[in-house]
């Protein structure tokens, strides 16, 4: 879901949105990233170094915790700054996955009521899993 | 430095190049070592040291959207070459977190750096941060250095901040990835 506003009020929400990630997705971005880390796809691996189970990539958390944002932006503008800090794992069952949720809210307004600055929350098994999630965004 | 493992990371068995895991699981034994000497041995002389470039980075089309798929990207803007050109860009964007990517080789620099004192197996990643002067699109040729801009001593563990600055073929800044790397110390 994204509203396709311009202006926007602070605390706003202009997108959220559900993603759900399984085991499958974890080998996808460990081919696109390069990212091969035997504890995103290896229950063995894992365990043997105390996980809790398979990790999703925070890496992968980060980057589709921002695509919310770029859908809203659509055509207008562009992403010129997004930051986190990472908190807590998304740990991916390997029948039932896991279930990354993102609400990104209007943070600051520029001096035309523009978005300037969006805050996203993001959260797995009812647990915020980045920490000061923020997305500076430029309009053309 | 020591090379016993710690709970909570991996050593990446199979892999060649030195690398973050994105581990979470460290985070209680952060407020730990309340009263202990801090024992990690990350060199502070890293502060202020710039490497030697990598290789640029040529940053394809296929593998843009490859990206994209893989990160949930729903923006026709980083799929399709008509909506990039219609929205302006010279070709697909990449995702904003896409500089990872051709960051990582300057991460392995630092990494597998003799005197930096980082035992990789101990790294965790803490923060990350990407700040554009415009999108990277395809056909960008990106070269990357990194400098290290922070070495600080939390509770028995170090923080290490390195920036990596991209340029595109002509010099000019695109965009600069920062990364937070907590090692943990002897007590964690």
Not at chain 1, 17 to 32: E, I, K, Q
Not at chain 2, 102 to 118: F, K, N
Not at chain 2, 140 to 147: G, K, Q, V
């Amino acid at each position: 879901m994204t509203t396709d506003t311009t202006t926007a009020e602070v605390g706003t929400v202009v997108a959220e949105r559900d993603v759900h990630l399984t085991r499958d997705a974890l080998v996808r971005y460990a081919g696109a990233s390069g990212d091969f880390n035997p504890i995103h796809y290896r229950d063995d691996v894992a365990a043997s170094v105390g996980l809790p189970g398979v990790l999703a990539h925070g890496m992968l958390t980060m980057g589709l915790a921002v695509q919310p944002v770029s859908e809203w932006l659509g055509d207008r503008g562009w992403i010129a700054s997004y930051g986190v800090r990472f908190t807590r794992p998304v740990v991916v069952d390997p029948e039932q996955g896991a279930t990354v949720g993102v609400v990104a809210k209007v943070g600051t307004v520029d001096d035309q009521g523009r978005p300037a600055r969006i805050d996203l929350t993001v959260t797995a098994a009812g647990q915020t899993v980045l920490g000061k999630a923020q997305v500076t965004v430029a309009f053309h | 430095m020591t090379t016993r493992s710690a709970p909570g990371l991996a050593t990446s068995p199979d892999v060649t190049a030195p690398r973050v895991t994105d581990a979470c699981s460290w985070t209680p034994a952060l407020s730990g070592g309340v009263g202990r000497l801090p024992v990690v041995s990350v060199n502070p002389e890293l502060v202020g040291r710039t490497f030697p470039p990598a290789p640029p980075y040529l940053v394809g089309r296929e593998k843009v959207r490859e990206f994209a798929r893989a990160t949930f990207a729903t923006n026709p803007i980083h799929h399709e070459t008509a909506a990039a050109r219609a929205a302006g860009h010279d070709d697909v964007v990449a995702p904003a977190t896409f500089a990872v990517v051709v960051q990582e080789a300057t991460l392995a620099q630092l990494l597998a750096e003799p005197d930096a004192g980082i035992d990789f197996s101990r790294v965790v990643h803490g923060e990350q941060k990407f700040t554009y002067a415009r999108p990277i699109v395809a056909g960008d040729e990106l070269t990357a250095t990194l400098t290290v801009t922070s070495v600080k001593t939390l509770g028995g563990n170090a923080m290490v901040t390195a920036e990596s600055t991209m340029t595109d073929a002509t010099g000019e800044h695109v965009v600069t990835a920062t990364s937070t790397l907590v090692v943990r110390g002897d007590d964690a």
